[in-house]
């Protein structure tokens, strides 16, 4: 993540693990149509707002395996194109929006897609614009974590929702 795995994110990344790990083996752990996000807010040289997006790869490729065909290849390169891409998934007003990593998380038979976006503005956002939902149909609501100066909140994301208020 180049310099900008920050004390924050890096707190905000290592709680989602531990939460990976102690819920791994609870039945209904990975749920289909269902996308985790996590915004991490530093202001730091600026305001910088980190997201990490995750969903099932059943979502978003139609299959939670490695490709076997042509077509299958090409949907899984067209899909990390698109998250890199960014821009229209993820932004804020007066804001620039850079990719900085995506992979592919297996655990068992489950497969999920991750990909991580920071934010840089030049002044704190009320809200952010979130498209994840509009993009991948499948996916029909999003858990979204934020987590600030001011503590942690937990929002729902609904279907053709793109705009998330921001605590203050």
Avoid: W
Wanted: aromatic letters at 6%; glycine letters at 6%.
């Amino acid at each position: 993540m180049k310099r900008y795995a920050t004390p924050l994110l890096t707190m905000l990344l290592a709680a989602h693990c531990e939460k990976e790990h102690v819920h791994s083996h609870v039945p209904g752990a990975h749920v289909h149509g269902r996308a985790e996000i996590q915004i991490a807010v530093e202001k730091i040289d600026g305001i910088a707002y980190f997201i990490r997006f995750e969903a099932p790869a059943k979502d978003l490729l139609g299959f939670e395996r490695d490709p076997v065909n042509d077509d299958e290849r090409k949907k899984k390169t067209d899909l990390l194109s698109s998250l890199k891409e960014g821009s229209g998934l993820v932004s804020g007003k007066d804001c620039t929006t850079e990719f900085v990593a995506s992979e592919e998380e297996k655990e068992g038979e489950h497969r999920s897609i991750v990909a991580q976006y920071r934010l840089s503005c030049s002044k704190p956002l009320s809200s952010i614009q979130i498209r994840f939902l509009t993009a991948f149909p499948s996916i029909k609501d999003a858990a979204v974590t934020i987590v600030g100066e001011n503590g942690q909140s937990i929002k729902p994301l609904a279907p053709g929702q793109t705009t998330l208020e921001l605590p203050e």
